[in-house]
């Protein structure tokens, strides 16, 4: 079957499956939430790369039914996480489609009331270049979000046109450094004043800052010497499926 229609009738299903990746407090070393990665698997159970997956369902508008069914998911997961005392935090990713073609405000206000879930721990995360792809829509999207409480993030941050004086317009609470820049620190002097540049900047706005792609222990220390909030990467966690993350991370049998 051609890729596009298997995916289009597996919608709603458990071909599709949220991987949850740790992101780690600085100070603490602590979990302090999950960034949710889509996973699909094909009729015989094989992982198919996202890199394919993701652009065809961006693409045919799939995106927006598969990103209501994980708003679901994810404040099912946080009401769950509430009333077992896992002060955990859950944050997708938005595509464009999502923020600037779909009812997003209204699907994640249902989500939320439906489960009783608390908005601040619910982050979306949304890339640059999504806003400003249309900057008046996304504005106008993002201010709603926030009125729910929900918390905005920037992913990939540094890799789009856009500045971060620019963004501080925007109702922005959260900055993911691209892991572009913290790949080889703390050896490249380029990336080292771009990353304390952006985390300075991203203070001095009132934003926090996660580190993304963090390996090493290296790059923990000089990340945690700049003052950024939370860590996420490989060397605390890969993205595993959600029964192995409670294993793993919440001590389940
Ligand atoms: O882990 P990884 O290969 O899954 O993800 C690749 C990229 O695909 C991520 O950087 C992210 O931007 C995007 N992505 C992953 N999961 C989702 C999802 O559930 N929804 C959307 N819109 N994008 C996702
Ligand atoms: O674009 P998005 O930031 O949402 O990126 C998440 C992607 O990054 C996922 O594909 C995930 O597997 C990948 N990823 C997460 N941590 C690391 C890491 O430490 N190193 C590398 N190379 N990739 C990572
Ligand atoms: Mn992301
Ligand atoms: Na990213």
């Known amino acids: ?19 949850y990746q740790p992101k780690v407090d600085t100070a603490t070393r602590q979990i302090c939430g999950v960034e949710a990665l889509l996973r699909w698997k094909d009729a015989d159970g094989n992982i198919q790369p996202p890199y394919e997956i993701i652009p065809i369902l961006e693409h045919s508008g799939m995106i927006i039914e598969v ?4 708003i679901q998911s994810a404040c099912q997961q946080l009401k769950e996480w509430q009333q077992k005392e896992s002060p955990l935090n859950f944050a997708l990713n938005i ?17 939320i ?20 792809a249309d900057v008046t829509t996304a504005l106008d999207k993002l201010q709603q979000l926030e009125n729910l409480g929900v918390k905005i993030a920037i992913d990939d941050f540094g890799t789009g046109y856009s500045s971060l004086a620019y963004l501080s317009r925007f109702p922005i609470h959260i900055l993911k450094v691209d892991r572009e820049f913290v790949k080889d620190l703390p050896w490249n002097k380029d990336n080292i004043t771009i990353t304390r540049s952006i985390v300075e900047l991203a ?15 290296a790059q923990e220390q000089f ?16 993205p595993v499926p959600v029964a192995e993350f409670d294993r793993l991370y919440l001590n389940a049998p």
């Open 95 to 111: 595509s464009a489609r999502q923020l600037l073609n779909s009812n997003l405000v209204e699907t994640v206000r249902q989500a």
């Open 1 to 19: 079957m051609q890729l596009e229609t298997e995916l289009r009738k597996t919608i709603g299903t458990d071909r599709y499956e949220l991987y």
């Open 203 to 217: 203070h001095n706005l009132g934003m926090s800052v996660v580190a993304e792609g963090v390996e090493t222990m």
């Open 67 to 70: 990103g209501e069914h994980q």
């Open 113 to 132: 009331a439906e489960n009783g879930c608390d908005p601040q721990r619910l982050e979306l995360e949304i890339t640059e270049s999504v806003i400003m």
């Open 223 to 238: 990340l945690a010497n700049l003052g950024v909030e939370e860590f996420q990467g490989f060397h605390f966690g890969r």
